[in-house]
């Protein structure tokens, strides 16, 4: 039985172009009301402002996981589990380098620093450099502290609600979900999944981003 079910955002519950279907809307609505005590918490790469707006849209939404699971919004409370200060020195320093152009949303920023930076880049020396880890979720790159991915604001996430592995889902789509599938007993992507994320997700569905998530919901039985 899932009880716990932790949705990433852009690219799950969005379209490409970051829209959400109103089916996938609707459907989110149904899942909530119909699976009595079913915990939804929102998880991503995105800032808590952004996130606090999706959630009033979509009208699910128990926990906002921010940041890639640097700062989360638990029963009107927020807490920071990292600082900003070395994802800020990494990102001075490839925006020299490189370039990059920092994501609008760092203003809101409180563990990480966003950009966006066309072409393919090593990033490991900056990486070792300022002991950051450096992702892509598609959307733009994320510069993070060590330790601060989804996986670890999930055992975080099911301590707060006393819900074993074994009775939480995640759903996803990009690289950064990885260690959010690792870290739950059940997952599952859409067609439009990250390669590497679908060797580690337990289902795949041949739908892309919203009716794939309603494809995800049906085949676990929350629908």
């Not at 949705?7 to 909530?32: A, C, F, H, N, Y």
């Not at 390669?195 to 929350?222: N, Q, R, T, W």
């Amino acid at each position: 039985m899932i009880r716990l079910l932790i949705l990433d955002i852009d690219g799950t519950i969005t379209q490409k172009d970051q829209s959400i279907l109103p089916e996938t809307l609707m459907v989110l609505r149904k899942v909530s009301r119909i699976n009595e005590g079913l915990k939804i918490c929102l998880a991503s790469g995105n800032v808590l402002p952004v996130m606090f707006g999706i959630r009033n849209i979509l009208g699910v939404g128990n926990s906002l996981a921010g940041e890639n699971g640097g700062i989360l919004l638990h029963e009107n409370n927020i807490e920071t589990y990292f600082e900003k200060s070395k994802t800020v020195s990494a990102y001075r320093e490839i925006e020299k380098d490189l370039g990059a152009r920092e994501f609008i949303t760092n203003r809101w920023r409180e563990t990480s620093v966003s950009f966006i930076l066309d072409g393919k880049h090593d990033y490991s020396s900056y990486e070792k450099k300022f002991d950051v880890v450096i992702q892509d979720s598609g959307f733009a790159k994320h510069i993070m502290n060590r330790g601060q991915n989804k996986g670890f604001i999930a055992n975080k996430i099911m301590g707060l609600y006393s819900i074993p592995i074994e009775e939480t889902m995640a759903c996803g789509d990009g690289d950064n979900d990885i260690d959010l599938f690792r870290a739950v007993g059940t997952s599952g992507t859409a067609g439009n999944g990250s390669k590497d994320l679908k060797e580690v997700a337990e289902y795949i569905s041949s739908e892309d981003y919203g009716s794939g998530l309603i494809d995800i919901m049906k085949h676990f039985g929350l629908l």
